[in-house]
């Protein structure tokens, strides 16, 4: 049994393929298996695929259900001890190795989280996670999973990745883990990938969904929670409310105080 396990999955995204592939091969840590789930895709992935396939432990192309069953088909054929999901896009931080989260440091965690970089239009944004993990913690924020390491062997109690969700089955998992099975969990303060802002949960045309799914789940996983999951949602629309009345009145009163202000230009 290898130590890391690394999974990518991809569809039409060859040139983010090959970034991913590239920040894998050029690590210095070599107790990793490397893992592509392809969902058939029709531009030139597989080419890139067979161009590294000497460098990969096991890679399939073929249509699959969602990103989430492509990512259970990776955890399935995974050997390692922690598995790690590296999306195609997303690369390796060329700072920080491997080997500085898995060598040198004591690691015995179900879950262990290091922080990441979001590239935004071309701007890099800094993710810093939590050293505490808590209820509260998820309902507000997640886990970028790009940065996670999960024990293999979680899986077995917690379960997979939920295949009837679109988009935040990651974060259940999450949430399940700490929250519900008492995971062990272990924040590492390095940025350890860079990420590409385009996932389906950043997108303002998907955030009915997320929320949808993220009640789903407290709805089945945590019903003695729902009416306080209910209340915060009734107090932030109202404080959101409150805050854009307030930002309107000092818009209007910046203005009015501006066309107040003499003249200076030939001061």
Same mark, same amino acid.
């Given at each position: 049994?290898?130590?890391?396990?690394? &999974?990518?999955? #991809?569809? /039409?995204?060859?040139?983010?393929?090959?970034?991913?592939? !590239?920040?894998?091969?050029? $690590?210095? =840590?070599?107790?990793?298996?490397?893992?592509?789930?392809?969902?058939?895709?029709?531009?030139?992935?597989?080419?890139?695929?067979?161009?590294?396939?000497?460098?990969?432990?096991?890679?399939?192309?073929?249509?699959?259900?969602?990103?989430?069953?492509?990512?259970?088909?990776?955890?399935?054929?995974?050997?390692?001890?922690?598995?790690?999901?590296?999306?195609?896009?997303?690369?390796?931080?060329?700072?920080?190795?491997?080997?500085?989260?898995?060598?040198?440091?004591?690691?015995?965690?179900?879950?262990?989280?290091?922080? &990441?970089?979001? #590239?935004? /239009?071309?701007?890099?944004?800094?993710?810093?996670?939590? !050293?505490?993990?808590?209820? $509260?913690? =998820?309902?507000?924020?997640?886990?970028?999973?790009?940065?996670?390491?999960?024990?293999?062997?979680?899986?077995?109690?917690?379960?997979?990745?939920?295949?009837?969700?679109?988009?935040?089955?990651?974060?259940?998992?999450?949430?399940?883990?700490?929250?519900?099975?008492?995971?062990?969990?272990?924040?590492?303060?390095?940025?350890?990938?860079?990420?590409?802002?385009?996932?389906?949960?950043?997108?303002?045309?998907?955030?009915?969904?997320?929320?949808?799914?993220?009640?789903?789940?407290?709805?089945?996983?945590?019903?003695?929670?729902?009416?306080?999951? /209910?209340?915060?949602?009734?107090?932030?629309?109202?404080?959101?409310?409150?805050?854009?009345?307030?930002?309107?009145?000092?818009?209007?009163?910046?203005?009015?105080?501006?066309?107040?202000?003499?003249?200076?230009?030939?001061?």
């Amino acid at each position: 049994m290898c130590k890391l396990s690394i &999974v990518t999955i #991809n569809y /039409n995204n060859a040139c983010g393929l090959q970034k991913t592939i !590239e920040s894998v091969n050029n $690590q210095t =840590f070599k107790d990793v298996e490397y893992i592509i789930i392809d969902g058939c895709s029709t531009d030139s992935s597989v080419e890139v695929i067979q161009r590294y396939k000497n460098h990969l432990t096991y890679w399939v192309s073929e249509k699959d259900h969602g990103i989430y069953h492509a990512m259970n088909k990776g955890i399935k054929v995974a050997k390692g001890e922690y598995i790690l999901m590296l999306n195609s896009g997303d690369v390796l931080n060329s700072n920080v190795t491997l080997a500085d989260i898995f060598t040198g440091r004591v690691i015995n965690a179900d879950i262990i989280y290091a922080d &990441v970089m979001w #590239n935004i /239009n071309g701007k890099i944004k800094e993710k810093r996670h939590s !050293e505490k993990l808590s209820f $509260q913690y =998820f309902r507000n924020d997640f886990l970028c999973h790009q940065g996670v390491f999960i024990r293999r062997l979680l899986h077995h109690s917690v379960g997979m990745y939920d295949e009837g969700m679109k988009i935040v089955a990651d974060w259940k998992f999450e949430l399940l883990a700490i929250c519900k099975y008492n995971a062990t969990y272990q924040h590492i303060p390095l940025f350890s990938v860079k990420c590409e802002w385009e996932g389906l949960s950043k997108k303002p045309e998907n955030w009915k969904t997320v929320l949808a799914e993220k009640k789903q789940t407290i709805e089945k996983e945590f019903p003695a929670f729902l009416p306080d999951y /209910n209340e915060f949602d009734r107090v932030q629309k109202e404080l959101d409310t409150l805050n854009r009345k307030l930002y309107i009145r000092l818009s209007h009163r910046i203005k009015r105080l501006l066309r107040r202000s003499p003249d200076t230009n030939g001061f």
